[in-house]
């Protein structure tokens, strides 16, 4: 009956996660229809008929080859794109708690508002491209490691920096993934990996336009695209960069919280995978110093996080024991003072986002916060 009970509860943790799933599909595709697009859809639509090759401009050219063959809308093409690439990444994470040993401890930690969580919670930046690079991680880690599953790895890795840069500031990760999958330490393998990404990296660096040489936007008018005011092709890094140092509390609290993250997945390895606490001490450490470029570059740290947070979870769990037995269930009880950290994390996350999204106007987040709460006369 216990069992039973253990394993009702993991099918109703799994019901949540597919309706959190919906959720996200239903927003994605109530902004798809939105007569302006800005900065989920905007990003995938750089592309090389503007001055030519660039930095990420490798998605836009090919949706423009997918319209021009078979008409399809680019709002419509960037939706099943986000449909499928977040559709496998719930799927092959579905796939891995169930092959594994699992616990409530580390299911309330996939629930965090850095890791699954997020996206609903940020919807206004979901389904951006770092869904392609957390799909590809997931797939190479779930199942049977083959041949193939090395090459696609490889291949899709180096192909995602023509999408994004900062696939390359996670490379630890694929190191790392590529290293607890296989059991070994293939130094050929990631030696080549390394030396591929970084001269791909290199060479975009040197050779790479920049995202908008001033005919984006009437090259986007004329193929049907509207674009509101805030888009990937208006936004100014350096512009960006002193906004950063005037809300400097906000920045703060994005540290903050992802080291609050880190420590809740460093206290669970500690705790439930103790003979990999030392490699996990000096991954993170290395992991965090590589990463560390790209909150000076880019200001969504948000998303930062939320990349990070997601990809040491599937370290992980990929780190737990697998499950043999024929039946899934979720070992141990239920972690009430860790729900309710969660919980709490979520709420202060919730409402950051608001305040940072509406420019860090702290009006603006008392003015929502009463409206939520049907305060306002």
């Known amino acids: 009956m216990i069992k039973a ?58 949706l423009f080859f997918i319209q021009n063959q078979f008409h399809i809308s680019l ?27 699992i616990n409530w401890d580390i299911l309330l930690l996939i629930c965090s508002p850095l890791c699954l969580l997020y996206l ?10 770092e869904i ?28 995602g920096l023509f999408l994004h840069e900062l696939f390359y500031f996670y490379l630890p990760f694929v190191m790392a993934v590529y290293i607890l999958k296989t059991k070994k330490t293939d130094v050929k393998y990631l030696g080549s990996l390394f030396l591929a990404s970084t001269l791909v990296i290199t060479f975009l660096f040197f050779f790479g336009g920049e995202i908008n040489q001033g005919q984006s936007i009437e090259i986007l008018n004329n193929r049907g695209i509207e674009l509101s005011k805030w888009n ?14 005037l809300a400097y509390q906000s920045y703060i609290l994005f540290a903050l919280e992802l080291f609050f993250m880190t420590f809740l ?8 995978l103790p003979l990999h606490k030392n490699a996990f001490k000096i991954f993170i450490l290395i992991s965090l110093v590589w990463v560390s470029p790209l909150y000076y570059l880019g200001a969504d740290w948000f998303r ?16 737990l024991p697998a499950n043999n037995e024929k ?44 409206s939520k709460l049907h305060l306002k006369s």
């Open 5 to 62: 009970s253990k394993e009702i509860k993991l099918y109703a943790y799994l019901g949540f996660l597919l309706s959190v799933l919906a959720y996200v599909l239903i927003q994605l595709y109530i902004k798809s229809k939105l007569p302006q697009i800005s900065w989920t859809a905007s990003d995938w639509l750089i592309n090389y008929q503007d001055g030519g090759f660039k930095r990420r401009g490798l998605s836009g050219s090919f």
């Open 75 to 101: 709002q419509m093409q960037i939706f099943c794109i986000q449909v499928i690439f977040i559709g496998l990444i719930f799927y092959f994470l579905i796939r891995l708690i169930l092959a594994k040993k």
């Open 120 to 129: 609903p919670v940020n919807v206004f930046n979901s389904g951006r491209k």
């Open 132 to 159: 392609v690079l957390l799909a590809l991680v997931l797939f190479f880690i779930y199942g049977k490691s083959t041949q193939f599953k090395k090459y696609f790895l490889f291949g899709g890795f180096i192909l």
């Open 232 to 245: 990937i092709f208006t936004y100014d890094a350096v512009e960006e960069r002193k906004n950063m140092l």
């Open 265 to 272: 997945s460093f206290f669970f390895v500690k705790k439930y």
């Open 304 to 319: 930062w996080n939320h990349i990070y947070s997601f990809l040491l979870i599937i370290l992980i769990i990929s780190a």
């Open 327 to 370: 039946r899934f269930c979720i070992e141990g009880k239920f972690n009430i003072p860790l729900s309710i950290v969660i919980v709490l994390f979520f709420i202060v996350f919730y409402l950051h986002i608001q305040y940072d999204t509406s420019g860090n106007s702290a009006e603006y987040l008392l003015d929502f916060i009463e």
